[in-house]
């Protein structure tokens, strides 16, 4: 297969093929993260980097020197459209964001694929359940396709809601009824000291989903302590402070962050993909990335 992906990041994209054995004869990548870059090259050395999407979209030289593209991919940036942003003045505003409109030169490439390469292309694309009902038609209307809504939950130990749009024919009724998956499952052992907290903290009881609060300055859902016993919080990117999800020990009696190890179990990235990069990198590229194991049932269908 030909693929582009814009707005590449961590290239799960391109894992999810790697892992179901699909060949890949040429990936193009739109990506401007330095260490994404680094860390996608590292695994993918022949992974072709086209640098910034609005540098590309418009560019018709360079979109007629492609080879026939069989596969489209994009997370545009979902910032604009997250519930954690509700409410705050020049965030929320959606597909309007200085972000998240983004959407928009990555549906002019699949216009123009379809239109001058290949009008059979295949595209995924995905971003937040947090997305306005006014946004998510815009994007079904621009795309021709409605959304599937699917919760990482099925397949891993996190809750991570998303909508996807695709012409990929997938059977939805191919999905999980359910994963039993929860944190303790996917817990490292031997934890170094540095994860683990040392302030005070409330404790409301092991058996709720959020089991404690630490005495730290800062938003509420900093604060937030899961039990081992449920699913994850969504994970969002980071380059850690107190912002990393955080998980009550109960042999210890202590709340600690997530190492960046569990961060990549919750997101099901396979132990063979190399991230040689400091750990607030690998926390920022996780919490931004795609769970690789929705990825791969799209593209099982295809």
Not at 32 to 41: G, H, L, M, R, W
Not at 223 to 238: I, M, Q
Not at 245 to 273: F, G, H, M, S
Request: proline share 3%.
């Amino acid at each position: 297969m030909n693929v582009i992906s814009l707005c590449d990041g961590m290239s799960c994209g391109q894992i999810a093929l790697v892992e179901l054995n699909i060949p890949i004869d040429a990936y193009y990548a739109s990506e401007i993260y330095d260490k994404a870059i680094q860390v996608t090259q590292e695994n993918f050395p022949n992974t072709i980097q086209c640098g910034d999407l609005l540098k590309i979209y418009q560019n018709e030289t360079w979109l007629k020197s492609l080879p026939k593209i069989d596969l489209i991919l994009f997370g545009f940036p979902c910032r604009n459209n997250s519930k954690a942003v509700k409410g705050r003045k020049g965030y929320d505003d959606g597909l309007k964001g200085e972000s998240s409109w983004l959407f928009y030169p990555c549906a002019d490439i699949v216009d123009w694929i379809k239109q001058n390469n290949n009008p059979n292309v295949l595209f995924l694309c995905e971003n937040v359940d947090g997305m306005t009902e006014e946004d998510r038609k815009i994007v079904s209307n621009r795309l021709g396709v409605d959304y599937i809504h699917i919760d990482s939950n099925l397949f891993s130990a996190a809750d991570r809601a998303r909508l996807y749009w695709t012409n990929i024919k997938y059977d939805k009724n191919d999905l999980p009824k359910e994963n039993n998956l929860v944190l303790k499952d996917i817990l490292d052992t031997n934890v170094a000291d540095e994860y683990y907290y040392k302030c005070d903290f409330d404790f409301y009881g092991i058996d709720k989903k959020v089991c404690a609060k630490l005495h730290i300055n800062g938003h509420d859902i900093l604060k937030r302590v899961n039990s081992p016993l449920f699913k994850s919080a969504t994970l969002t990117a980071c380059r850690g402070g107190n912002l990393q999800k955080k998980v009550y020990d109960i042999n210890k009696n202590l709340c600690r962050k997530l190492t960046e190890n569990e961060y990549r179990k919750l997101q099901t990235i396979p132990d063979w993909y190399k991230m040689n990069v400091a750990k607030s990198h690998i926390y920022n590229m996780c919490g931004d990335g795609w769970t690789i194991e929705v990825i791969k049932w799209f593209f099982k269908f295809i």
